[in-house]
């Protein structure tokens, strides 16, 4: 298994402002991902985070708006950049352990953004 | 395109009573169906994890089944508590290697005392 912390748990941010929101994982993965959620919504994949490597963004994400480091096997960071209304979420870090077709996937408590 | 379809949308139920969740997939070949607790605020919690092979798995008072045939899962929730209020979300992985899981969106449970 494996627990997951987030910071912070939330925030409210002025428009075209930057959060950067921190994700701990008490065991080394090697992939992290960062997800949205927005209100009402289900999650979507935004980037996969791999250590020592650039992160893997889908399709509508961006580096420049979404800029991820991943400096070591525990630690990720996702930074919201230049905020608008639209950013509004909840940010979720998840992992995934285990292999092949059983693997499970941890996910952190969120972090609630308001952008006003 | 892959997609992954919940209902009831919202369902509300009163304390003791049982309830059934659905979840209709397209994504195919699978790897594994998982059903995800999420409580307001918070990050979703696994409760069943099927790989393509398994017809059921139970976790206490919840059971999953899984029909590849028609693909098709459901959720089965026996004697409900008001700690059972959350939504319930079907995440299907598709068998392509990777980590593009598919996520439903969810029922939203509401047990009434």
């Known amino acids: 298994s494996a627990v997951i912390s987030q910071k912070p748990s939330r925030d409210i941010c002025q428009r075209g402002t930057s959060l950067t929101i921190q994700c701990q994982v008490d065991s080394q993965v090697t992939m992290m991902f960062w997800y949205r959620q927005q209100p009402g919504q289900s999650l979507t994949l935004i980037a996969t985070a ?47 352990i285990g292999r092949g077709v059983a693997d499970t996937q941890y996910f952190g408590p969120g972090t609630r953004l308001t952008v006003l | 395109k892959n997609q992954v379809e919940q209902s009831p949308q919202s369902l509300i139920i009163l304390e003791g009573k049982n309830c059934t969740l659905q979840c209709n997939y397209t994504v195919s070949p699978f790897s594994n169906l998982r059903w995800y607790k999420q409580d307001t605020g918070r990050g979703p919690v696994s409760l069943t994890i099927m790989t393509f092979s398994e017809n059921t798995k139970s976790n206490g008072r919840y059971t999953a089944t899984l029909d590849a045939d028609t693909k098709q899962s459901s959720l089965h929730i026996t004697a409900s508590q008001l700690s059972d209020s959350a939504s319930y979300i079907c995440v299907v992985s598709p068998n392509t290697g990777g980590f593009k899981t598919i996520f439903g969106a969810g029922t939203r449970l509401f047990v009434k005392a």
């Open chain 1, 50 to 96: 791999n250590q020592g490597s650039e992160a893997t963004y889908e399709s509508g994400f961006v580096i420049d708006k979404f800029p991820i480091s991943r400096p070591n096997l525990t630690f990720s960071t996702l930074t919201v950049s230049n905020m608008s209304p639209e950013d509004s979420s909840i940010y979720l870090c998840s992992v995934s």
